[in-house]
């Protein structure tokens, strides 16, 4: 069967190929934006692609070291949620950008540019990138069903291989399916966070004050080492792939007019709701903060802990039941997107193409495998380690996604005249080298601890 292909109007001199297979191709162009509307029916047609990349910095990867960071600094990293959210609005404005103005996905790019060789090395980092998020999504339902429903880890990790067949029922109905049960579990999890915030009574002073950036973070080596973990918790690099491939599931003007219109509003979607995100990031270190820090419990690190501990803290008999709640929502949703990531670097990276139910079970199972296998040798209570493994592996790749993505966004003979401005380039390249920066040292730090003991 022939593959659906698409030339990208004027960025064919800076690209190997002129012509190449759609990103996504059955949800490619699937969505209608009304060439006439106003600005609001605008920002409807465009939202939701923001949302599916928002789900990865809120995945239960992020609770460990968002409940460490309140549990024993209080609200002092609010400043480091704050800090890592702007650095994803940037670098999703990127990853549109590139999707729009190239007609290419990140992974298609790095194919049609980069050597063969370099180019399965990116696929196979990729893929464990991948591998390492559906890790945590795993773990992290499992911990969810355990809590609500008293379910063996080992049985709850089994029981979400099952949730490919929702992933496919959506996939055939249209992408707007999808969007809007990633939206209806993201808008469960803020709600319930929402009800504990207000339960929880925090200091409001104390959340302000916490989003100002403070220097005992980086004289702290404690503090910083949570700092930096959070950080890696919540720029993924899969996103990045992501993105660039989703918002051409927009039907808008190949056009140069069509294009920055796209770019616009995919910005304002992504922007929005990756601000949802920090609210979400930030309730849950502001629920420890409130709840733990100076009450006794500021080792609480661990997701099973926080939940035995938060209704006679609180005071309340529901507080823990939402928070397996939203924790069991916030798997499940990360679960949708590492689907549909997992697809599109397959296709985009190696130009090929596997039936959608054969590509879950398989990233399925490098997930679930070594879950199984570290619960059944260590037990249970080595859960939350896993996900912190989880999150080192993601740290590890983060910069093998950024390089690409500001080289490529930053070649005029790609993007034409979408090309980066200065100060984008300035502020982009400073950003990844950060981003490279603490999560090599997140990684020294990690290999010193464990050497240590």
């Not at 704050?82 to 790095?110: E, F, Y």
Request: aromatic share 10%.
């Amino acid at each position: 069967m022939s593959e659906a292909t698409s030339k990208p109007p004027g960025a064919e001199p800076g690209w190997r190929h002129a012509r190449v297979a759609l990103s996504l191709p059955e949800s490619h162009g699937s969505v209608a934006v009304p060439v006439t509307a106003g600005f609001w029916r605008k920002v409807l047609a465009f939202s939701g692609p923001g949302f599916l990349v928002a789900v990865g910095y809120m995945d239960p990867g992020n609770w460990a070291t968002d409940l460490a960071g309140g549990a024993k600094f209080g609200y002092t990293l609010l400043s480091v949620i704050m800090v890592s959210n702007l650095m994803a609005i940037l670098l999703q404005h990127l990853s549109i950008k590139l999707g729009v103005a190239t007609g290419r996905d990140l992974a298609q790019a790095c194919r049609d540019h980069y050597s063969k060789p370099t180019v399965w090395f990116l696929y196979i980092l990729c893929e464990a990138a991948i591998a390492a998020c559906d890790l945590a999504e795993v773990v992290g339902s499992a911990i969810g069903l355990q809590l609500l429903f008293g379910i063996p880890l080992m049985w709850g990790c089994v029981i979400t291989a099952f949730d490919v067949m929702i992933v496919l029922l959506l996939q055939h109905r249209g992408f707007r399916y999808i969007e809007a049960l990633v939206i209806t579990l993201i808008l469960t999890i803020g709600g319930c966070f929402a009800v504990e915030l207000f339960v929880a009574q925090p200091d409001l002073g104390g959340v302000f004050r916490g989003f100002i950036p403070r220097l005992e973070i980086l004289r702290n080596s404690e503090m910083l080492y949570v700092a930096i973990g959070i950080l890696g918790a919540t720029v993924m690099p899969h996103n990045l792939y992501l993105h660039s491939s989703i918002i051409q599931t927009r039907k808008f003007a190949q056009n140069p007019a069509g294009k920055r219109e796209a770019i616009k509003f995919g910005t304002i979607d992504s922007t929005f709701a990756l601000m949802f995100a920090l609210f979400i990031n930030g309730a849950i270190l502001v629920l420890a903060a409130a709840a733990f820090h100076g009450n006794g419990h500021e080792q609480v690190g661990e997701i099973q802990e926080a939940f035995h501990l938060l209704d006679g803290v609180l005071g309340v008999t529901f507080a823990s039941t939402l928070f397996a709640l939203a924790l069991l929502a916030s798997g499940q949703n990360s679960t949708l997107t590492g689907t549909l990531a997992g697809q599109i670097v397959m296709e985009g990276f190696l130009n090929i193409r596997l039936r959608p139910w054969l590509r879950r079970l398989i990233t399925r199972a490098i997930a679930i495998v070594p879950a199984l296998v570290v619960i059944g040798c260590f037990g249970e209570s080595k859960s939350t380690q896993l996900l912190l493994a989880s999150q080192v592996c993601l740290s590890m790749q983060l910069g093998f996604a950024c390089w690409p993505l500001m080289r490529f966004t930053g070649e005029k003979a790609k993007m034409g005249e979408f090309v980066n401005p200065w100060w984008i380039k300035l502020l982009g390249w400073t950003v990844t080298l950060v981003i490279i920066g603490l999560n090599v040292k997140l990684l020294l730090d990690i290999a010193g601890v464990t050497g240590g003991n």
